[in-house]
């Protein structure tokens, strides 16, 4: 059973263009949402996390937005560059430091 | 400062065989977990350590382990290597202090079972 679920799978955007990506989860006792960036031949990059005790959180061009009585949060990434075409990893966990549950992935293609 | 990293980059091992993967933290990082990537499965959590114990345990055979040694350092072991287990093997690290819940992870290693 997947506990966190991602949209789209795939998602082409023009350079200077926004990608949202969105993800769900069921377990209310998550705690802690990342997101990651993967680059092919690489592990995931930590970009940007959120707690649910806030709604946003806005690191340079990356924006996580939270709402918890939807369980849902999305990445929003501005003005969109050839440079940020990667795999996108939405994660939730709960209680520890480890166990991180990852919803599939979204592969990002920014065209020039 | 240095990040996590992990040895062998790449393996070849046929079905039936063991083999050992090795996962050194950031210095100070104290919590060691494990993942798998497969294109079909996605990300997979295996098992966390902190302070040489395992605390948390994923869905996996008996034939996945691990430990972790008292410079955190950890290993994990695949006994009686299945075509399924190919996969990429990831190790993060984390600060292991209550409140903080960053995972900065490896390279990867790149497993191939033929």
């Known amino acids: 059973q997947q506990q966190v679920k991602q949209s789209p799978q795939s998602l082409i955007v023009q350079k200077g263009g926004i990608s949202i990506i969105n993800c769900a989860y069921e377990?209310?006792?998550?705690?802690?949402f990342p997101w990651y960036q993967q680059f092919p031949g690489k592990g995931p990059a930590l970009l940007i996390a959120i707690r649910p005790d806030v709604s946003e959180k806005k690191e340079g061009r990356f924006t996580i937005s939270f709402n918890k009585s939807a369980k849902q949060f999305s990445l929003h990434i501005m003005d969109s560059q050839p440079g940020d075409s990667a795999t996108y990893f939405c994660?939730?966990?709960?209680?520890?430091?480890?166990?991180?549950?990852f919803g599939a992935g979204t592969q990002v293609v920014v065209t020039p | 400062k240095a990040g996590v990293t992990q040895t062998p980059r790449y393996l070849i091992k046929t079905r039936g065989q063991q083999v050992t993967l090795s996962c050194s933290p950031i210095s100070g990082h104290r919590s060691v977990s494990w993942y798998q990537q497969t294109p079909g499965q996605g990300l997979q959590f295996l098992f966390e350590?902190?302070?040489?114990?395992?605390?948390n345990k994923g869905n996996f055979p008996g034939r996945f382990s691990g430990r972790q040694f008292s410079n955190s350092r950890s290993e994990m072991n695949v006994s009686t290597l299945e075509l399924g287990d190919s996969a990429l093997y990831l190790c993060?690290?984390?600060?292991?202090?209550?409140?903080?819940?960053?995972?900065?992870f490896g390279p990867g290693t790149r497993l191939t079972v033929t």
């Open positions: 377990n209310t006792a998550f705690d802690y």
């Open positions: 994660a939730a966990s709960k209680d520890s430091w480890g166990k991180l549950q």
């Open positions: 993060a690290s984390s600060l292991g202090r209550t409140g903080t819940y960053e995972q900065y």
């Open positions: 350590y902190f302070s040489e114990t395992q605390r």
